[in-house]
Every structure is written in C-alpha cells, then in structure tokens.
C-alpha cells in the first residue's frame, strides 16, 4: 500500500529565511501529490499540487518539487511570515480524489 | 457560502453510545470525504461520495461505523457502539469533481472524546 514520510516532525526557521519541507513516499501510482497547511483548532488547507508528470510547479511563495527517482517531494516556503507556523502534511491523490497523508511537520517562525 | 461546516464541534460521549456527526459541504461540490485525524499525525481517510453513491470505503471504516448522504448534499457520520480508541478528529472535506477535484475544502472536524 502507500505510505507517506516527513522527514522532520518540526522545523523552526526566521522570520524572513526560506523553508524547506521533505516528504518520502512508497507507492509511485499517485497521480498527484499535495501540500497541505493545518493550523490549529482548523482543518487542513489545500496549498499547492504537483501533477506526477511534473517535477516542479511555483505558487505564490511557494514551490513544490518532485523527484519520482528517489519518490522525494518538497515544499519550499519563500521569505517565511509568522503567519506560515503551522503543521504542513504532505499527501498522495489519485485521480480518485483519495488522499493518502503523511504525518505532518511543525513549522515555527521566530520574529 | 462560508466553506464546509460540521456539527458537532465537539462530542463527548460514554463509551457503547451512538453518536452522529453532519458534514454540509460547499454547495456546488459533488464529492464528499471523511477522514479521522488522531494528535499528531496526518488525517486518515475514511470513505468517501461522489453525489449520493458511496464510492470507496476504508477498512478503518468498521461495521460500526456508517456515514450517508442521501440526497447528494450534506452527510452523516454514524459511529455505533463507540470504544475508548474512536476518540479522534472526524474530518469532513468537499471538492468538485472537475478539473480541480484534488483540491478538497476540509471543514473544521468534529472533535469526539469517548469516556
């Protein structure tokens, strides 16, 4: 079955710096692969999406990169805000719409 | 439309009750999923509907758990016989079943603590 890995369970950066989030995946049949931001008391908020043909897509500030060789997937946070602290998952859709998620990173942006 | 609602919020209840939670999703989306999310860890999925037709269930999705949605708008979920490891954020999420079917709207959760 799938299974899905982040590399770090918490990562604390400056305010200002850039971010970088890894996620490890098992199962290469995904069609698609998802970055995810929950805050707490909320539910998770669909980021950015990188289709599986792809390997890198840009968004406002941020950046997903996928390498299917090493089934690595990244998010990459520009110019980090405090508003950016929150758990990241990322997670593995198929043209199902079915979401596998990983188990999640704790950002924290210190002033 | 404010974005996918759920009620309870919260649900404390005696273990071997029934409880049921509603999920109202975005209007104009057909697709409807549940998920439970325990501390700590990402959500996992439970079922989910495109319009009335229930699609695909888990096999987290126990005998004692149901869910519905009879008429292609809001859902329930059913949890019979609840048991101390049924405590859990219940996630409910909607998404449209075009291009941008992926990017599912999660409602707040329904957080149920079994005593």
């Known amino acids: 079955g799938e299974s899905v890995g982040l590399h770090l369970p918490t990562l604390s950066v400056q305010e200002g710096d850039n971010s970088i989030i890894n996620c490890a995946y098992s199962?290469?049949?995904?069609?698609?692969f998802i970055w995810y931001k929950q805050e707490s008391g909320k539910g998770p908020q669909f980021i950015i999406d990188?289709?599986?043909?792809?390997d890198k897509r840009q968004g406002q500030r941020v950046t997903v990169l996928l390498n299917k060789t090493v089934k690595h997937l990244s998010l990459q946070i520009a110019a980090t805000q405090p508003g950016d602290s929150a758990v990241y998952f990322c997670?593995?859709?198929?043209?199902?719409?079915?979401?596998?998620f990983g188990d999640g990173t704790t950002l924290t942006v210190k002033p | 439309d404010t974005g996918v609602s759920q009620n309870p919020r919260h649900k404390i209840t005696k273990r071997g009750q029934n409880v049921t939670f509603r999920c109202d999703p975005i209007s104009e989306h057909n697709r409807l999923y549940w998920y439970r999310q325990t501390l700590g860890q990402g959500p996992e999925f439970l079922t989910y509907f495109q319009n009335e037709a229930q699609l695909e269930k888990s096999r987290l999705l126990s005998d004692r758990f149901s869910a519905e949605r009879p008429k292609g708008s809001f859902s329930t979920l059913e949890i019979q016989r609840t048991e101390q490891g049924d405590s859990a954020m219940y996630l409910c999420?909607?998404?449209?079943?075009?291009?941008?079917?992926?990017?599912?709207?999660f409602g707040p959760g329904t957080r149920l603590t079994v005593l």
């Open positions: 199962n290469s049949a995904s069609d698609y």
């Open positions: 997670a593995l859709s198929t043209n199902a719409g079915k979401s596998t």
């Open positions: 999420a909607s998404s449209s079943s075009g291009t941008r079917f992926r990017e599912q709207f």
């Open positions: 990188i289709r599986s043909n792809m």
